[in-house]
């Protein structure tokens, strides 16, 4: 599937240098497919911040981006090859879901406070890819039990709409699914904040 994009950017030669950084990260098998191409055109506008292109796809520059798709379908290593596009103001870091709740097990509410407002001896806020959410589980910190990930969602909403800090999510989850687990409000404020960009649901695991 070929889409035609109108930028100042050449997008075949960005995918091809993608490719290279690829193959540098995970190794000689690594490879972009075409059909991949539709979904990371969209993740290339927005980190390089084309604006002309996003608009075409309809993809806010002010918001974080949350990838979705299928076990095995790559998200994870896109997120981290986009790391290298994003300028400089822009730049974040990947965080695992399962090890942020790893954290709360030994750190407790710190780890709230740490993935949101920022460490207590850091004044800034972060950009913050958390990836594959919905792989953490609700764990007890003392006998409490704590939805972590939305407590950090919410908390990441706040600091959305008082600093433009964005936030960045991969899950295999749906709309429907993310509700359920981290409820109502989450769901809403995660509308506000992201911009979808989904892989199909059939799409084949590329770790076979």
Request: a neutral charge; charged letters at 25%.
């Amino acid at each position: 599937m070929e889409t035609e994009i109108k930028s100042h950017y050449n997008y075949e030669e960005v995918i091809l240098w993608l490719e290279k950084k690829g193959v540098d990260l995970y190794g000689n098998h690594f490879k972009i497919l075409e059909t991949d191409h539709p979904i990371i055109y969209k993740l290339i506008a927005y980190f390089l911040k084309d604006e002309a292109t996003c608009f075409q796809f309809n993809i806010d520059l002010n918001k974080g981006i949350l990838l979705s798709g299928p076990v095995g379908c790559g998200k994870t290593s896109l997120m981290n090859l986009m790391k290298h596009l994003a300028p400089t103001e822009h730049k974040f870091f990947v965080k695992p879901c399962r090890d942020i709740s790893f954290e709360f097990i030994q750190d407790g509410y710190l780890i709230i406070h740490k993935y949101s407002k920022g460490k207590l001896y850091e004044s800034e806020p972060k950009t913050i890819c958390f990836d594959d959410l919905g792989t953490e589980n609700n764990l007890k910190y003392f006998g409490n039990e704590c939805n972590i990930m939305a407590e950090i969602l919410l908390s990441r909403y706040d600091i959305f709409t008082s600093k433009k800090i964005q936030t960045h999510i991969t899950t295999n989850l749906s709309a429907s699914e993310i509700e359920n687990i981290y409820g109502n409000r989450v769901r809403s404020r995660l509308r506000e904040m992201i911009n979808l960009i989904g892989f199909e649901r059939n799409i084949m695991d590329k770790r076979v």
